[in-house]
């Protein structure tokens, strides 16, 4: 199932709601602060700020649904110096 597929049967389950989620991002060694700076010409990235641990880089992203976020979490994954990213939807329960 390619990623557009996807994206297609999750939003026919949540629909158009607005959608938040964190993402956690490693970088290649030393471009953490470059990252972070380009996070911010992506539209539904709120902040984006440098961490020390596992990760270097954590974005907050807001999206008008499920699609709009897949798009914008396939932006910040094709960054220079992103190597692995992981996103964390939010729930509401």
């Known amino acids: 199932m390619g990623s557009e597929q996807l994206i297609e049967k999750v939003q026919s ?3 158009n ?3 938040s989620a964190c ?3 490693r970088t290649e ?3 953490f602060e470059q990252v972070a700076d380009n996070l911010g010409q992506i539209p539904e990235v709120k902040s984006a700020f440098s961490v020390i641990g596992r990760f270097d880089v954590i974005v907050d ?3 008008a ?3 709009q976020l897949a798009r914008a979490v396939l932006k910040a994954n094709r960054l220079a110096g992103v190597v692995y990213t992981e996103t964390l939807v939010e729930v509401e329960g």
């Open 23 to 25: 993402m956690l991002i």
């Open 65 to 67: 649904g499920i699609r």
């Open 61 to 63: 992203i807001e999206a």
């Open 17 to 19: 709601i607005m959608t």
């Open 29 to 31: 060694r030393g471009k």
């Open 13 to 15: 389950r949540v629909g």
